[in-house]
């Protein structure tokens, strides 16, 4: 039975809207599948069959994405740097470990309290060498105070005995407050040039993969490349806070070396007072 042109058309839109329908929901799946797999898009096939007007398409199981790499933790690190890493812990060991002890040390020793010299000058003004001996007897409890104390105490009341005995107190504390400062100067300076030479081993190791290889490609240098890379950045790893902590702990010893000059000084004044007065 043939079918009318009415029907016919009807039949004809029917099949296409069908056809752009299912090609509309398809399309995006086809997109995305291109842009994961990165393959040639592949067409749908079509039959022009007016009765069934069947569509085909094929349909690709997505690949699993593959588990994202670890990074390496320290012990990987460390090993892939090579012998240099060793001296390296070596040298961190030791000057983290002084470091700490004088960090310790300063935190616990009560050198100088806030405003000493303000207070100092206070009562100089108020009581003259008097008031400054008294303040100076009030804070025993700080070492600033028991260098002052010792240089007058030998001075009988000279001012040039008193800067003389002071000078000696203040230089015993100071090699105290200044031990383990050479070895924090030594390791900063040290640790950077071990790195460097572990840095040249690497690039050794490199140069000479790619002399041996026949072929020359990214792997063949990498290990070399990463030796040179841990090993520098270690050397600086261990340098920089060495550094800073020296940095930190000279600063505190010339504070202290100023703040018992600046006392000095005041009391050499009073001294000289009173023997300008003893001598009229």
């Not at 960090?103 to 309290?113: I, P």
Request: proline residues 4%.
């Amino acid at each position: 039975m043939k079918l009318t042109p009415n029907k016919a058309n009807i039949k004809t839109l029917a099949t296409t809207a069908m056809f752009l329908t299912l090609l509309y929901i398809l399309t995006p799946a086809l997109l995305s599948q291109e842009t994961k797999t990165a393959e040639p898009a592949k067409t749908a096939e079509v039959s022009k069959d007016a009765k069934d007007a069947t569509i085909a398409a094929p349909v690709e199981t997505e690949k699993a994405p593959a588990p994202p790499k670890k990074s390496p933790g320290l012990i990987d690190l460390f090993l892939v740097g090579g012998w240099s890493m060793w001296p390296l812990a070596l040298s961190s060991i030791i000057g983290f470990g002084v470091a700490f002890e004088r960090l310790y040390f300063f935190f616990t020793t009560k050198l100088v309290g806030k405003g000493y010299n303000q207070i100092l000058s206070d009562r100089i003004e108020e009581k003259g060498l008097e008031g400054a001996l008294a303040y100076v007897g009030e804070t025993k409890d700080q070492r600033i105070a028991n260098i002052l104390q010792n240089g007058y105490d030998v001075s009988s009341d000279d001012p040039e005995i008193f800067t003389a005995g002071v000078e000696r107190e203040a230089s015993e504390v100071i090699v105290l407050l200044e031990r383990g400062l050479t070895i924090l100067a030594s390791v900063s300076t040290i640790a950077p040039l071990i790195g460097f030479l572990g840095t040249v081993s690497g690039m050794i190791n490199a140069f000479d993969a790619i002399a041996n290889a026949d072929q020359v490609n990214a792997k063949v240098v990498a290990g070399g490349i990463k030796e040179a890379l841990i090993t520098t950045a270690a050397g600086l790893i261990v340098a920089i806070p060495t550094m800073s902590f020296y940095q930190f702990l000279t600063g505190k010893v010339n504070g202290f070396a100023t703040e018992v000059e600046e006392a000095a000084n005041k009391i050499y004044k009073e001294l000289l007072k009173k023997k300008g007065k003893l001598t009229k």
